[in-house]
């Protein structure tokens, strides 16, 4: 079975500061891995998405990286701003069509 | 492109009435998932659909939840006789049946029982 950890699980950080978010994952089986962001009270929103063959993706200030043999994935998050604040998930897919599995999240807080 | 619709986004439900939440997926996909999120906890899987089929209920309870996505409209995720447990936020999600299968969120439906 499946298990997807995120450490850590809080982090508050000044403005400014580039940061990374770590997920691992115990099933190195998987079709891809995404990264979402959460803002309290809604939705889910889709940062990236990286597929099995890839090793890293990047969108803005974010790059997402995948070791799929070590069952990591970083998420780098550069010059950090307070509008970044959110809970930040990873998850994983094992087969194409299949459900995701998610870690509990890393909640982040930006200091102005 | 509308993306993934949800609705009601808040429900109140008194112990033992049904609740029925809808999900509209996005544009061309045919793939529907619900997770729920209870307070304080990470996102479950709860059930996989297609057009008229259930494709993996693997994570939904066996007792009181049902779920269908019918040829024409939304899916429905269905609970019966609510308890307090079943406060929660419960999520949709849509993917294409080609591609990367990269699943849209809605943005949930807030279920309180009181």
């Known amino acids: 079975k499946q298990e997807v950890t995120q450490i850590p699980a809080a982090l508050s950080v000044p403005e400014g500061e580039n940061l990374v978010l770590n997920c691992s994952f115990t099933d190195s089986a998987i079709y891809n891995l995404q990264w979402f962001r959460q803002d309290p009270g809604k939705g889910l929103t889709s940062l990236l998405l990286i597929q099995s063959s890839q090793r890293e993706q990047t969108s803005g200030r974010l790059n997402a990286s995948l070791d799929k043999s070590s069952g990591r994935s970083t998420l780098y998050i550069a010059a950090s701003q307070p509008g970044d604040s959110a809970t930040y998930l990873c998850a994983v897919r094992r087969d194409a069509g299949n459900m995701l599995t998610f870690g509990g999240g890393t909640r982040l807080m930006v200091k102005p | 492109n509308a993306g993934v619709m949800q609705n009601p986004r808040h429900l109140v439900r008194r112990r033992g009435q049904e609740a029925r939440l809808r999900c509209s997926p996005m544009?061309?996909?045919?793939?529907v998932y619900w997770y729920r999120q209870l307070p304080e906890e990470g996102l479950k899987f709860m059930v996989y659909?297609?057009?008229?089929?259930?494709?993996?209920e693997s994570g939904m309870p066996k007792e009181r939840f049902s779920a269908e996505f019918p040829k024409e409209g939304p899916s429905i995720l269905r609970i019966q006789q609510v308890v307090r447990g079943d406060s929660a936020a419960y999520f949709c999600?849509?993917?294409?049946?080609?591609?990367?299968?990269?699943?849209?969120f809605g943005p949930g439906t807030r279920l309180t029982v009181t």
């Open positions: 999600a849509s993917s294409s049946k080609t591609g990367v299968y990269e699943q849209y």
């Open positions: 544009k061309g996909h045919s793939h």
């Open positions: 659909l297609q057009k008229e089929n259930i494709i993996d």
